[in-house]
């Protein structure tokens, strides 16, 4: 299949990479696409340049991040408890509420120009949904949506709904940002001491722990190359290096 050469995405692997200067690379990456969009406004059409796209998948330390939109109330750890577990807290500008990132969780931050493949953020957001939902179908696992909650879900509608993947964005000028965390060999126990994406009645959940064992190295990779994958399908896409 031939792909238009403004679908292309830049794809990085970060590997473990702290939560600051990971937003400091996206927002670089972001303004340098912006920069060329402007750029872009006074030249013709045949001399516009193609902006980039990247995709990038990284590993964070134990850290929470909230939204613009969140409530600190949410974080139930104060600054010693903090310290004592190993995290920090960061205010961020993405949409949604609190949530954890730390090891053993696959984050992907998608930084497209929407111009290249479509200009609505909510078929954006249900497409990072069905990028996840194909991916933990391959572990066995029925990745559902659940209406007016943004993220993967499983079990939706039922009393022990829970969700294995959050998801916040934020965009200017159709450039995204931030993305989303899917729970793969995820330390359940940091969620304790938060609100999770401001949800109080529903669980969180991992594939670890829905398949009761440690994800092995090997697997874990498995969960990234699917990601790549089910990316490129549903968005049309195709990565270069």
């Known amino acids: 299949m031939n792909i238009h050469p403004n679908k292309i995405v830049k794809f990085e692997d970060l590997g473990v990479k702290d939560y600051q200067s990971s937003?400091?690379?996206?927002?670089?990456?972001?303004k340098s696409i912006i920069d060329t969009k402007v750029k872009n406004?006074?030249?013709?059409d045949d001399e516009k340049i193609i902006t980039d796209n990247h995709f990038l998948l990284v590993e964070h330390p134990h850290v929470y991040t909230l939204g613009k939109s969140g409530?600190?109330?949410?974080?139930?750890?104060?600054s010693e408890k903090l310290k004592e577990i190993g995290a920090t807290f960061v205010?961020?500008?993405?949409?949604?509420?609190?949530?954890?990132?730390g090891y053993g969780q696959v984050v992907g931050y998608p930084i497209l120009d929407l111009e290249n493949f479509f200009t609505d953020i909510h078929l954006y957001m249900r497409n990072l949904e069905e990028v996840i939902i194909k991916?933990?179908?391959?572990?066995?696992?029925?990745?559902e949506r659940?209406?007016?909650?943004?993220?993967?879900?499983?079990?939706?509608?039922?009393?022990?709904a829970r969700k294995i993947c959050a998801m916040g964005v934020k965009a200017s000028r159709w450039v995204t940002l931030h993305g989303f965390a899917l729970n793969v060999n995820t330390d359940m126990r940091y969620f304790e001491?938060?609100?999770p994406c401001g949800i109080q009645d529903k669980q969180v959940t991992s594939i670890k722990r829905e398949?009761?064992?440690d994800l092995a190295p090997e697997e874990m990779e498995k969960v990234k190359n699917s990601i790549k994958f089910h990316f490129a399908e549903v968005f049309g896409a195709k990565f270069s290096h």
């Open 91 to 101: 205010k961020v500008n993405r949409g949604g509420d609190i949530t954890y990132h």
């Open 146 to 160: 659940s209406p007016g909650e943004t993220g993967v879900w499983l079990d939706v509608g039922k009393p022990y």
């Open 23 to 30: 937003w400091d690379y996206q927002e670089q990456l972001m």
């Open 211 to 213: 398949l009761e064992r």
């Open 41 to 44: 406004r006074d030249l013709p």
């Open 135 to 143: 991916t933990i179908a391959e572990f066995g696992l029925k990745g």
């Open 71 to 78: 409530h600190e109330e949410n974080m139930l750890a104060g």
């Open 193 to 195: 001491y938060i609100v």
